[in-house]
């Protein structure tokens, strides 16, 4: 069992030395809290009234150390999501019909360059392709793909030529589909459609959207609704769930509403604060959605909660911030060779290692001379030793506090670094 340390237990660790090393990372934590506050939505106070395990039984089941949990059913594409392997997800425009203010494709890359020209995801396949890559999933997204209908098209096909047995997905708002696209999208194998429903849409464009998906379900074979969940807006995705049962579409993927670091203005207008931590870990990570909003995952329990006791056939998975990090965190550790002193995390996908300090050292050295280990390392800057988690087992029954540090695999410049993001606590037993 691992602590996580805060200000308020940080006192609680015995070894002054261990407790200087720690406090270096809540200073890092207190100053991102500070920079995320900038951008203009402040952390709530408040603590959530449900939590995870208590949602977690009978039929909600849970993934990928409860960041995911579903009911009935999940996409082959979102279990896919978990490590990012041989997965593709690529685009034509960042241009869309909608204007969402909490929107986050203005984070992408490019996003100026593509709201005005165009990408190639066939070329982009393509190269893939040559170097020999091969994908299990593919997915076009936007924007809005069925702005260019048939170059949406063109892009299945082309991935059913020539990448055969990749399942497919597509993302859309659905309001531009029509027969003829989804009769050349099911000739061109399209597996999977998602749609997403905007809550502050009227009544009769959601009903539209409901009448696009019913039409869907004659020709794709899989048709799943994703969308985020926005704070107070919960007996609205009750009505959502039901519509979306009787309807017959396999799922719907509830997502953490988050804070795009920008448009901050629209955000306090409705209330929102963000949510604190806003990381188990914090770090640099890909994913360009933002933070996220407090209440948005408490209200997707609530609804899961919900949804496990209707009669529903639908799928229902939540899918939190967090569950978009893992994939990162496997694609940059997995392949890393690592001395003696690490181990990778098949639990979390961090490199591991572990620290002690001060006079906890000198006890920990001689208990792993004693057993024969001699893959050990001193630090005098920060009066440590490190060694490998492993290790541990023979360090029963001696009063020291040990340091459980998490690492990410980077490059600077030419050279592969690990960079340690976070320190826990453990005790021996």
Same mark, same amino acid.
Not at 42 to 68: G, H, M, Q, W, Y
Not at 356 to 374: A, C, N, P, T, Y
């Given at each position: 069992m691992y602590t996580t340390i805060t200000r308020e237990n940080i006192n609680e660790i015995r070894n002054p030395s261990?407790?200087?090393? $720690?406090?270096?990372?809540?200073?890092?934590? *207190?100053?991102?809290?500070?920079?995320?506050?900038?951008?203009?939505?402040?952390?709530?106070? +408040?603590?959530?009234?449900?939590?995870?395990?208590?949602?977690?039984?009978?039929?909600?089941?849970? @993934?990928?150390?409860?960041?995911?949990?579903?009911?009935?059913?999940?996409?082959? +594409?979102?279990? $896919?999501?978990?490590? +990012?392997?041989?997965? /593709?997800t690529t685009f034509i425009s960042f241009k869309c019909p909608k204007n969402c203010y909490f929107c986050f494709n203005p984070n992408q890359e490019n996003f100026t360059a593509f709201r005005v020209k165009e990408h190639d995801p066939?070329? =982009? /396949?393509?190269?893939?392709?040559?170097?020999?890559?091969?994908?299990?999933?593919?997915?076009?997204?936007?924007? =809005?793909?069925?702005?260019?209908?048939?170059k949406t098209v063109e892009f299945f096909q082309f991935v059913?030529?020539?990448?055969?047995?990749?399942?497919?997905?597509?993302y859309t708002a659905g309001n531009l589909l029509?027969? *003829?696209?989804? @009769?050349?999208?099911?000739?061109?194998?399209?597996?999977? &459609? @998602?749609?997403? &429903?905007?809550?502050?849409? #009227?009544?009769?464009?959601?009903?539209?959207?409901?009448?696009?998906?019913?039409?869907?379900?004659?020709?794709?074979?899989?048709v799943v609704v994703e969308m985020p969940v926005i704070p107070g807006t919960l007996e609205q995705m009750?009505?959502? /769930?039901?519509?979306?049962?009787?309807?017959?579409?396999?799922?719907?993927?509830?997502?953490?509403?988050?804070?795009?670091?920008?448009?901050a203005e629209e955000f306090n207008k409705r209330g929102f604060e963000l949510k604190f931590p806003p990381y188990e870990t914090y770090y640099n990570y890909w994913y360009a959605g933002g933070l996220g909003v407090h209440k948005s995952e408490e209200e997707c329990l609530q609804l899961l909660q919900y949804a496990s006791e209707q009669s529903f056939n639908l799928g229902v998975h939540y899918c939190s911030l967090e569950n978009k990090h893992t994939g990162q965190l496997y694609q940059q550790n997995k392949n890393v060779r690592l001395s003696k002193l690490y181990s990778f995390s098949n639990t979390d996908y961090?490199?591991?290692? $572990?620290?002690?300090?001060?006079? *906890?050292?000198?006890?920990?050295?001689?208990?792993?001379?004693?057993?024969?280990?001699?893959?050990?390392?001193?630090?005098?800057?920060?009066?440590?030793?490190?060694?490998?988690?492993?290790a541990i087992k023979y360090l029963k029954g001696t009063p020291v506090d040990i $340091? &459980?540090?998490?690492?990410?695999?980077?490059?600077?410049?030419?050279?592969?670094?690990?960079?340690?993001?976070?320190?826990?606590? #453990?005790?021996?037993?």
């Open positions: 261990f407790r200087n090393y $720690a406090s270096r990372y809540l200073d890092i934590e *207190d100053q991102t809290n500070r920079l995320i506050e900038s951008f203009g939505l402040p952390f709530t106070k +408040a603590l959530s009234s449900i939590t995870k395990e208590e949602i977690i039984k009978d039929k909600v089941k849970s @993934r990928n150390e409860k960041k995911s949990l579903y009911l009935n059913w999940v996409s082959p +594409a979102c279990r $896919a999501c978990k490590k +990012a392997e041989k997965s /593709l066939v070329f =982009e /396949l393509n190269q893939h392709l040559e170097h020999g890559e091969r994908f299990d999933h593919i997915a076009l997204t936007g924007g =809005e793909p069925l702005l260019h209908p048939t059913h030529e020539k990448s055969k047995g990749s399942y497919t997905r597509l029509t027969p *003829d696209i989804l @009769r050349s999208l099911k000739e061109a194998h399209l597996n999977e &459609i @998602r749609f997403s &429903i905007k809550q502050e849409e #009227t009544e009769d464009q959601i009903e539209n959207l409901y009448r696009i998906m019913k039409m869907a379900k004659e020709y794709i074979p899989t009750k009505s959502i /769930l039901h519509r979306l049962d009787e309807i017959g579409v396999n799922g719907i993927n509830l997502l953490e509403f988050c804070f795009p670091m920008h448009n961090f490199i591991k290692s $572990a620290k002690v300090f001060g006079k *906890d050292k000198e006890i920990v050295r001689k208990r792993l001379q004693k057993h024969g280990i001699s893959y050990f390392e001193q630090n005098e800057m920060y009066d440590c030793l490190q060694f490998p988690l492993s $340091a &459980i540090c998490s690492f990410v695999s980077e490059v600077q410049g030419k050279e592969e670094i690990l960079r340690e993001v976070k320190v826990q606590w #453990t005790i021996p037993k």
